[in-house]
């Protein structure tokens, strides 16, 4: 049985943009998981960097913190068990293109002549990051 958590997701600007937050949420609640709290964000360069603090250096680094920037963005805290791996699950994998049909990035992203790959959503990866970045995105 997997414990109860919780977890950060956030609907990049590429998501809000395209009027895709509503999709997701509904996407988030039909699997039982709970919205347990949500902010439209224009996030900062400052804040980027610590939430990306471990790709700092890679060379997506640079269109990534822009393409954050770029917009707003809806940061949710989202509970439930096991929901770090299960929204991970439900987004499917980094790259849109090959995200497998029936996930969000699959059904919803494709590839966009855009500098960095936009995918519509993220979600915290670990237990560790979850509580790293709720921190960051709701204090
Ligand atoms: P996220 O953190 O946003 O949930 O995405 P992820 O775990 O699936 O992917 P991660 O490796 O953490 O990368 C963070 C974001 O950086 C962009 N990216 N571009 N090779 C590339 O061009 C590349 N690799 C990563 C994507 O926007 C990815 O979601
Ligand atoms: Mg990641």
Do not use: C
């Amino acid at each position: 049985m997997a414990e109860a958590q919780s977890t950060l997701v956030l609907v990049k600007p590429d998501g809000v943009a395209r009027n895709l937050t509503g999709e997701v949420l509904r996407r988030i609640e039909r699997k039982g998981y709970v919205i347990e709290d949500l902010r439209m964000v224009r996030p900062t360069r400052e804040l980027l960097t610590r939430h990306y603090a471990e790709h700092e250096g890679k060379p997506f680094f640079e269109p990534l913190v822009e393409f954050m920037g770029s917009g707003p963005v809806v940061a949710v805290r989202v509970g439930g068990h096991g929901v770090i791996e299960g929204f991970r699950s439900l987004a499917g994998t980094t790259d849109p293109t090959t995200a497998a049909p029936g996930t969000i990035r699959g059904d919803l992203g494709r590839d966009w002549d855009a500098g960095v790959i936009q995918n519509i959503v993220h979600g915290s990866d670990s237990p560790e990051s979850a509580a790293r970045e709720l921190d960051i995105w709701f204090n």
